[in-house]
């Protein structure tokens, strides 16, 4: 979009600084408590939901030249998941985006991330934690062993290490809760 704005003669768009286009998970969670403070909590996704996490959203110095250029490339306020904000875009993309699914990875002792935060709540939601961090995005001493526990339990190698087959049978035992409604 820039080089076509640019063989124009038309000014260059740049996001507004350094949390305006991707953001860390702990980017998010300074975010959020700035625009909270700030009495606009709507204006920053909850951490770990945030399109700027997924490199998909950003904050633009030029909204006006961003819907006079950008519809090519995908970039168009009215596409926008926060229309309340001028200078926010979200990329609407062309053909199929691939969001990488967070069970698609491997975790162990010492990872960190927002997949670690949800991986506790299921652990939660199954009894095998008693709570739940609100920002514990740590993969530490207490998560293996609740982990190996589960993995146990499941007829599953009791490593600790949660990679794909650990994250389907969470998902299916967390899902096998809700169904049961317990």
């Known amino acids: ?7 124009k003669g038309l000014s260059t768009i740049l996001p507004n600084g ?16 700035m625009w909270t403070r700030a009495g606009k909590p709507q204006n920053a996704a909850t951490p770990g939901t945030s399109n ?3 490199g998909l959203a950003v904050d633009a110095n030029n909204p006006a030249g961003v819907n006079a ?4 490339y995908g970039w168009q306020k009215k596409w926008s998941d926060a229309p309340w904000e001028p200078w926010h875009f979200k990329w609407a ?3 199929i985006v691939i969001r990488p699914k967070y069970y698609e990875r491997t ?4 990872d960190k991330g927002y997949a670690i935060v949800r991986l506790k709540r299921k652990l939660a939601t199954l009894k095998y934690r008693r709570r739940v961090p609100a920002y514990g995005e740590w993969f530490d001493k207490k998560t293996v062993g609740h982990v190996k526990k589960f993995q146990r339990d499941h007829g599953l190698k009791a490593d600790g290490i949660v ?3 650990t994250w389907r049978a969470l998902n299916r035992a967390v ?3 809700k169904k049961r409604g317990k």
Do not use: C, D, E
């Open 93 to 95: 993309g062309f053909g």
């Open 163 to 165: 990679g794909p087959v």
């Open 52 to 54: 700027h996490g997924w």
């Open 18 to 33: 350094p949390q305006s286009s991707y953001r860390t998970f702990l980017g998010q969670v300074a975010m959020k408590a």
């Open 1 to 7: 979009m820039n080089i076509a704005r640019r063989k």
């Open 107 to 110: 975790f162990k002792r010492g």
């Open 175 to 177: 899902k096998a809760k």
């Open 69 to 72: 250029s950008g519809a090519p």
